[in-house]
C-alpha cells in the first residue's frame, strides 16, 4: 500500500478538537452502530472486510450525526425562529428527528412523489411536512424561499461545517471498533459524510506514522465529483436516473470539496446493477436491509475495482429502502447476478409448441414463472407467435445450459434485457 501523509490540520473544515466535540453532543442521541465482519466479501477482496452499519442508526441512516450536531449549536434566538429543509429522505429523518429531540419546530419540504415510508417517517417525527414540486431542486427553492421569509434557519444536507463535523463522528467510531484499519470506502453525495469521517480520521492518525486509505463511491450516473477533481472546482453535471437516488447530487458542496481533494484518495463509480446486485449480496449475505446509495460501497468492493486494500471497513450509510422500490431492485439484482432470465423466441403457430419449449426449460432444470403467448410480436410472421418467458435460473453457467438446450432444438432465443 502506497505511504500517504497525514496532515496536522486539514486545510478546510472542522479541526480535531470539533470532531471530538460534536462526539460527545452526537452521543446523546445517536447509535453506536455495530460493526460487522462479511466473510463473503473478505474472500471478494483478499483481505478482511468489516460494514459498518449506520442502516441500524436511529431514523435509518447517519444523517442524524450532522443533523443533531448542527441544531443542537443553535443560538436560543435561532432555534425560537425554527428550522427548514428540504430532501427526499434521510436528511428530512434526521432533521426532523433532531429538531423534536431539542424541541425546535421544524419545516421539511420534500417532492409530491417522495416515497410513503419516508414520507410518513418524518412527520411521525413531529416535522410540519409540505409537498412542493416533483424534483429535489423545487423543493430546495422552496425552502430557502420558507427561509428568507419566516426567518427560519435552513439547515442544508452537507455543506456546512457543523455538518460535516457530526457526520465525521463515524470515523471516529470506526477506528475505535477497528483498530488497524488501512482502508474505508465510503458512499459520496454531496460529499457531507466522506468529508467529515476522511478528515477526522486523518487529524486523529497525524504523527502516529499509521498509512490509511480513503475511498468513495459515487453511482456512475450521478457522479460529480470525478469531473469536479479533474477540473479543480465544483462542478455541476447533469444527473441521469439512478437507483440510488440518496446520493443523486449534481455539483459537490463548496466546503465539501475542499476537504475532500486534500483526503480522499481515490473516487469509484458503480453502475445501478452493481448496485443492484450488492444489494442482494447483503440481503443474502449479510442479512442487511440497506438503500442502494448505501450499498454503493459493496458494489465497488465487487465490481472488482479495489485492490491491495488491507484491513477494510466499508460504510453502509443507511436502511431506509420503499419496499416497492426494494422488489424491483432485488428484480434487478436478480438479472444482474443471472438468476433470473427473460427470454423471447419465435415458434411455428401450431399446437403443442409452448409445452415443447417448457418441457425443455424442464430438463434444463430451469424454472418458468411468467409467460406471455401472442400473435402480434414484433419479431413473428403472420405463421408464427412469439413467446416472452421469465425464468429462474441459478447463475451464469446455467443460464448458458438453459439457451443450449433451447439451441440444440432449432430454437432462436434472444435474452431480452
Known amino acids: 500500500m502506497p505511504e500517504i501523509s497525514m496532515p496536522e490540520k486539514v486545510l478546510a473544515g472542522p479541526t480535531l478538537a470539533e470532531f471530538e466535540a460534536a462526539r ?17 466479501l473478505s474472500d471478494e477482496l483478499g483481505s478482511p472486510v468489516f460494514l459498518k452499519c449506520e442502516n441500524l442508526q436511529r431514523t435509518g441512516s447517519y444523517k442524524i450525526r450532522g443533523a443533531y450536531n448542527r441544531l443542537s449549536q443553535l443560538t436560543e434566538d435561532e432555534r425560537a425562529r425554527g428550522v427548514v429543509a428540504a430532501s427526499a429522505g434521510n436528511h428530512a429523518q434526521g432533521v426532523a428527528f433532531a429538531a423534536r429531540e431539542l424541541g425546535i419546530k421544524a419545516t421539511i419540504f420534500m417532492p409530491v412523489g417522495v416515497a410513503l415510508p419516508k414520507l410518513q417517517a418524518t412527520r411521525h417525527y413531529g416535522a410540519e411536512v409540505v409537498l412542493r414540486g416533483h424534483t429535489v431542486d423545487e423543493p430546495l427553492r422552496a425552502a430557502a424561499e420558507f427561509a428568507d421569509r419566516t426567518g427560519a434557519v435552513l439547515i442544508p444536507p452537507f455543506d456546512h461545517a457543523d455538518v460535516v463535523a457530526g457526520q465525521g463522528t463515524m470515523g471516529l467510531e470506526i477506528l475505535d471498533q477497528v483498530p488497524d484499519l488501512d482502508t474505508v470506502i465510503v458512499p459520496i453525495g454531496g460529499g457531507g459524510l466522506i468529508s467529515g469521517v476522511a478528515s477526522a480520521l486523518r487529524q486523529k492518525l497525524a504523527g502516529t506514522g499509521r498509512t490509511l486509505r480513503v ?35 449534481s455539483k459537490p458542496g463548496i466546503l465539501n470539496f475542499e476537504i475532500i481533494k486534500d483526503v480522499v484518495d481515490e473516487i469509484v463509480t458503480v453502475t445501478d446493477d452493481e448496485i443492484a446486485r450488492a444489494l442482494l449480496v447483503l440481503l443474502e449475505r449479510a442479512k442487511l436491509v440497506v438503500e442502494p446509495a448505501g450499498a454503493v460501497v459493496v458494489a465497488a468492493i465487487l465490481s472488482g475495482q479495489l485492490k491491495d486494500m488491507g484491513t477494510t471497513v466499508a460504510i453502509l450509510s443507511g436502511g431506509n429502502i420503499d419496499p416497492q422500490v426494494m422488489e424491483r431492485v432485488i428484480s434487478r439484482g436478480l438479472a444482474a447476478s443471472d438468476r433470473h432470465l427473460k427470454l423471447r423466441l419465435t415458434l411455428p403457430d401450431r399446437p403443442g409448441q409452448l409445452a415443447r419449449v417448457a418441457e425443455l426449460i424442464s430438463e434444463a432444470n430451469a424454472n418458468v414463472v411468467e409467460v406471455m403467448h401472442t400473435r402480434h410480436g414484433r419479431n413473428a410472421l403472420i405463421s408464427q407467435v412469439e413467446l416472452e ?27 431480452d434485457f
Open 215 to 249: 475511498i468513495g463511491v459515487q453511482a456512475a450516473n450521478a457522479a460529480p465529483y470525478p469531473l469536479s477533481l479533474e477540473n479543480g472546482e465544483p462542478t455541476e453535471i447533469r444527473l441521469h436516473p439512478t437507483i440510488a437516488d440518496g446520493i443523486a447530487v
Open 24 to 40: 460527545e453532543r452526537v452521543a446523546l442521541v445517536a447509535e453506536l452502530t455495530p460493526m460487522e465482519s462479511s466473510r463473503f
Open 389 to 415: 418467458l421469465s425464468i429462474e435460473t441459478r447463475g451464469p453457467e446455467h443460464v448458458q445450459r438453459v439457451l443450449e438446450r433451447l439451441r440444440e432444438s432449432d430454437y432462436d432465443p434472444r435474452i
